[in-house]
Structures are given as structure tokens and as C-alpha cells.
């Protein structure tokens, strides 16, 4: 539940937009592929962590490659999981904005705007963030499943209701927009780079870890998949970013789910920022465990982890430029590459570079690296 909820949240609404990039066949292949490769670079890490005892991604890397591979990766896995924490917030900009709208109160004014998300920020999801032991928001992330789940139900009813398809949909296109749709799966099914900050509660045995793993990745792909195809169904190539956003103000039926969203983002928010609290404490302390630092330097991390996105979120007016940017530059590096880099540079000598295993990782580090270029690019 705890890898749903920080993995799901932000990107299940921009995915029925990623469908207007390469159309309904060719983004659930994408979806798929990614999915996959994400078990993989997941498992690789498990596997990692078990070998050199590491507690976090940052400290792994500080290991195995060193001050410079760890600062590298650090940078990255910072950049990808402030997108993350940004697209939260503006995503609950959207939802509250939307609730005002119903009493004629208009928040899309820079100033109001900004103010509201300033506010909301600072009474819920930072303050969820203060906390060291972080196990209460196992319940949040059974709430948060529940309301994802709801949603679905949703989209599926608002495609019956709409009594047709939308005349601009599109089976497959290809071209290079599906690097877009790509990052933003990448964000997505970001479970290498939340996979030690979120199984710290969980017990020690690698066996179960990648059951657990699996068993969250076939309902992460369910959840995408669902309200992605009914969402680009209903309103094709005029499917917004927050496909909420696509739907009536008053209409009853999308305000629940409005209000079902805004417990989703509140509650993801604290859960992906254990990870970015984990490589600002690595970066400075040189210590992955930020809930046993001390109290003046956990002050520090937890100024760091939020001050960054609230600062973005309050100017930031779509969802869009968050979702992409952090699946391209951050997800593609840090799920893909690093993995394979951590394992042929730990397992160095081993067996040659030719063997099939090791040629196997520097094509999904090679296809991590292009990944990335080319969807920061685009």
C-alpha cells in the first residue's frame, strides 16, 4: 500500500494525456515495457541493498562508486523526486481552486493562487512530513488505494454516461511525442527510486520484498491503465494534463473525485518526501537515515525537502511541465541507469563484460540514458 501511494497520485491523472502522444495500442505497449523494466530495476536494487547493507539509494551509490557517483545520483533522484512533490501540490492547487469555483470565488489570479497553495501546503502535507516514525501513514495509504479504486469506477461510468467516443482519438502514432508519454511512466512506476525509504517498515527478507514489489506493480498497472483509456475515450486529443480539469465544475460525480485526490496527493506528498529528506541528508550529512539525525540537523532536511517545491508549486500553472521534466530526466536516470551501473560496478570481475547477463544491463543503461536525452529534449 505504502509503494501505491508513493508511486500513484500525481501521474494517474496526466496519463490519459499521454495517450493523445502515441495513441490507445501503442501507449499500452509503452506502459508495459516500462512496468516491466521497473520490476527489474527494482529487484536489482533489492538485491544491491542486501549485498552492501546499504539503507538508501544514496548510501549504496556512496559504496559502490564513490563520493562522485553519489553526489551524481543524489542531484538526480533530488530533481526527480521534487517534480514528484511539485506536481503534488499543484495538483491539490487544482482541486481546491476547483472547490472555490463553485462558490464563484476565483483563485486563478497569480497572487490568490499562490497564497492558497502557500497555505494548504504548510497546514497538511509539510506538516505530515515533521514526523520521524512515518508508520501512521500505512492507514492513509489503504484510504488512498480505496480512493483510487473509486476513481476508476468513475471514469468508467463517466465513459458510459458520455453515450460515444470522441471523433479524434487515435489507435497508434508514432513519432518522437512518445518520449513525452514515456517520462511521464517513468514517474510513474518510479519504484526503484522510493524502494528503500518505503520498506523500511517492511521486514528484512528479499523473497517477500519482491513479492511485495510485484504484487504492487500489477495493481499500479491496473490503476493506470483503467481511467487512462476511459479518460482518452471520453475527450481524445482534447484530454488535459489533470483530466479532472476536463470535467464540469459542478458536476457531482467529479467533485468527490476532486476531494478523493486531494486525500491522495496529501497523503503521497509525506511518503515521496522520505525519499528526498533521505538524499538531502545523504548529500549533507552523509547520512541516508534522516529520522536519526539529530534535531537541528533533521530541522535542516526538512527545510530543504519542502521549501524547494512549495517555492515552485505557488508559480507553477499546469501539471504538465513537473510530470515530464522529473519522468525524463530524473526517472529515466535514476531507475534505469543507476541499477545497472551499481551491479556491473559491484560484481566487477565477476564474469567478463561480453557475458550475457552484463551485456544485458548496459543495454538498459544505454536505453536509460537515450530515454532521458531525448524525453528531456521533447
Known amino acids: 500500500l505504502n509503494l501505491l501511494n508513493s508511486t500513484l497520485g500525481a501521474g494517474i491523472l496526466g496519463v490519459p494525456n499521454t495517450f493523445v502522444n502515441t495513441g490507445i495500442i501503442l501507449s499500452i505497449i509503452i506502459l508495459l515495457i516500462m512496468a516491466v523494466l521497473s520490476t527489474i ?36 533522484n533530488l530533481i526527480f523526486s521534487l517534480t514528484a512533490l511539485v506536481a503534488y501540490l499543484v495538483l491539490a492547487g487544482d482541486m481546491i481552486a476547483s472547490f472555490f469555483e463553485l462558490a464563484n470565488i476565483d483563485l486563478s489570479p497569480l497572487g490568490w493562487h499562490a497564497l492558497m497553495v502557500l497555505v494548504y501546503a504548510l497546514c497538511i502535507p509539510i506538516a505530515l512530513t515533521i514526523p520521524r516514525n512515518v508508520a501512521f501513514l500505512r492507514y492513509f495509504s489503504t484510504i488512498t488505494v480505496f480512493c483510487i479504486f473509486f476513481f476508476c469506477i468513475a471514469m468508467l461510468y463517466k465513459f458510459i454516461d458520455n453515450h460515444g467516443v470522441s471523433k479524434t482519438i487515435k489507435m497508434v502514432n508514432c513519432d518522437l511525442s512518445l518520449f513525452s508519454s514515456l517520462s511521464v511512466y517513468a514517474l510513474t512506476f518510479s519504484f526503484p527510486s522510493v524502494i528503500f525509504a518505503v520498506v523500511q517498515t517492511y521486514e528484512d527478507n528479499l523473497k517477500k520484498r519482491k513479492n511485495v514489489v510485484l504484487v504492487a506493480l500489477l495493481f ?12 482518452y475515450l471520453i475527450f481524445g486529443a482534447d484530454t488535459d494534463p489533470n483530466i479532472l480539469k476536463n470535467f464540469e465544475a459542478k458536476d457531482v460525480l467529479i467533485i ?12 503521497a506528498y509525506p511518503m515521496v518526501a522520505q525519499n528526498h529528506e533521505s538524499m538531502w541528508s545523504t548529500l549533507i550529512f552523509k547520512d541516508g537515515s534522516p529520522s536519526t539525525l539529530i534535531t537541528w540537523k533533521r530541522a535542516i532536511v526538512l527545510v530543504l525537502t519542502n521549501i524547494f517545491p512549495l517555492i515552485v508549486a505557488m508559480f507553477l500553472p499546469s501539471v504538465k511541465p513537473a510530470l515530464s521534466i522529473g519522468g525524463a530526466l530524473g ?17 566487477r570481475g565477476e564474469e567478463p563484460l561480453y557475458h550475457w547477463k552484463n551485456a544485458l544491463l548496459i543495454i538498459f543503461a544505454v536505453f536509460g540514458i537515450v530515454a532521458a536525452v531525448i524525453s528531456t529534449y521533447q
Open 41 to 76: 530495476a527494482t529487484d536489482l536494487l533489492l538485491v544491491l541493498g542486501k549485498e552492501t547493507n546499504a539503507r538508501s539509494l544514496g548510501e549504496m551509490a556512496e559504496k559502490v562508486l564513490g563520493r562522485p557517483g553519489s553526489l551524481t545520483l543524489t542531484i538526480l
Open 220 to 231: 499500479c498497472i491496473f490503476f493506470i491503465v483503467f481511467p487512462g483509456i476511459f479518460g
Open 256 to 267: 468527490i473525485c476532486r476531494i478523493v485526490f486531494l486525500v491522495i496527493v496529501t497523503c
Open 331 to 347: 526517472g529515466c536516470l535514476v531507475d534505469f541507469v543507476f541499477p545497472s551501473v551499481l551491479y556491473l560496478k559491484l560484481h
